[in-house]
């Protein structure tokens, strides 16, 4: 491919990750309580003033990242933004449960009262992130710390004790492996690591290594699937939960390893990512008659029970993207830049909105916006922005090495 349409791919995501910004900046804020506004229309209405947890913590994540990492973005508005977003998850995210100071609430209310709690991690995955970005872009040691203490009660919830999620063990029920889990953990080894000296890297490293083990026991039947489900041993579930298949998740799943395996000189692992956790789900899970991928798959071919299975989300686009152009960055195949340019072309000619800014995040499967918000519940200021601005940077590498 030209170092032109190199190029040409880096100013398209630099500007649209500009365009993004400037749609959450103008219209997320909330000046009265602090925090943002979650649920926002296709023309930045809020038609909801529920505020989700993790949707606030990824949101102060991706302004700390922007605002340190990328000069343009080294604005005080931007980092007031973060700055008001961890007050705000500092004052009400967390909450009394099942006799843990820790666990956080999954939604609240404009001013920050809790209103639901979820039995899961995620919550306080993205308050680990959102703590621990924030203190590097303030100086602030107190949330370095509190990010490596939820660190370490998320640690001892997945691999320790369980009960203080609130989920009880149920006589029918068995212990399954979901791979979000070891993903997230994986995700938060690597922020709580970044550029940290040899005593927060040896802090980590099993974790790091555990992580790493349990998310290929998601590759299964001879390294032709990765099902997202699996017993606690690693083997096959029966039923729907085991055959199901996600290939965005196996797509985040394999750039997160690449990342691991080139920062640990492993270069087994690096190929075992490129090669099974995006090759193999997106080679199953392209649709070949309208393109872009599809949101669940049975790995028998049975229909899925999951309603939306057909449909085609925006944050699996987002991984692949980052997927194939992390994979050709380090391999240089012309097949894997042919991938993301795939993945490109449906991406920016489907989700993208050139009139009002930002993304639609869920389309039918034959391509046509079903929902038209820009932010709800699970699609806020994260995976668009972590996209662009990873490609983004990725390419400047890449043009880089070629002396462009």
């Keep these: 491919m030209s170092t ?51 949707l606030q913590g990824r949101q102060v994540w991706m302004y700390c990242r922007l605002y340190r990492t990328m000069e343009r973005f ?8 973060a700055k008001s977003g961890g007050e705000f998850l500092r004052r009400f995210a967390r909450v ?54 939820m660190m370490d009660q998320l640690v001892h919830w997945v691999r320790v004790d369980p009960s203080g999620l609130g989920r009880p063990q149920l006589p029918g029920d068995s212990q399954v492996c979901n791979m979000a889990v070891p993903m997230m953990l994986l995700c ?24 790493v083990k349990q998310i290929l026991q998601h590759l299964q039947r001879g390294g032709t699937a990765i099902l997202e489900s699996v017993s606690v041993e ?37 190929r075992t990512a490129v090669d099974k956790f995006m090759e193999v789900p997106f080679l199953t899970g392209w649709d070949t008659e309208h393109g872009g ?43 894997l830049l042919e991938r993301f340019s795939q993945v490109y072309d449906y991406t920016f000619s489907h989700f993208s909105d050139a009139e009002n800014g930002e993304w639609f995040g869920y389309l039918t499967q034959q391509g046509n916006v079903t929902l038209d918000f820009k932010g709800g519940p699970f699609k806020g200021f994260f995976h668009v922005p972590r996209c662009l601005y990873m490609c983004e940077k990725i390419l400047e590498s890449i043009l880089e090495k070629q002396d462009v």
């Design 188 to 211: 938060l080894v690597q922020q709580l690591t970044e550029g940290r000296d040899g005593k927060e890297v040896d802090k980590y490293k099993e974790v790091g290594s555990w992580c």
């Design 96 to 149: 009394s449960f099942s006799g843990s100071p820790w666990k956080c609430a999954f939604c609240l209310t404009r001013d920050g009262k809790a209103l639901k709690v979820q039995r899961t991690i995620f919550s306080e995955c993205f308050y680990v992130m959102a703590m621990d970005e924030l203190a590097r872009v303030t100086g602030d040691k107190d949330m370095q710390v509190e990010a490596a203490q």
């Design 293 to 335: 991928l599809f949101y669940f798959l049975d790995v028998d071919g049975y229909c899925p029970t999951q309603l939306e299975w057909s449909m085609k989300l925006w944050w699996p686009h987002c991984e692949a993207l980052i997927a194939y152009l992390m994979a050709y960055n380090q391999y240089k195949e012309p097949a």
């Design 74 to 81: 080294h604005k005080p508005e931007i980092l007031q933004a």
């Design 4 to 54: 032109e349409k190199l190029l040409h791919y880096r100013q398209q995501l630099g500007t649209e990750l500009d365009r993004v910004l400037d749609f959450w900046l103008k219209y997320s804020h909330d000046t009265q309580y602090g925090g943002f506004f979650n649920c926002i229309g296709k023309d930045g209405k809020i038609y909801d003033d529920l505020k989700y947890v993790w």
């Design 234 to 270: 690693g083997k096959e579930l029966p039923g729907c939960q085991g055959r199901l298949q996600n290939p965005g998740h196996a797509l985040e799943a394999g750039w997160f390893l690449l990342q691991y395996g080139v920062e640990n000189g492993d270069p087994e692992l690096q």
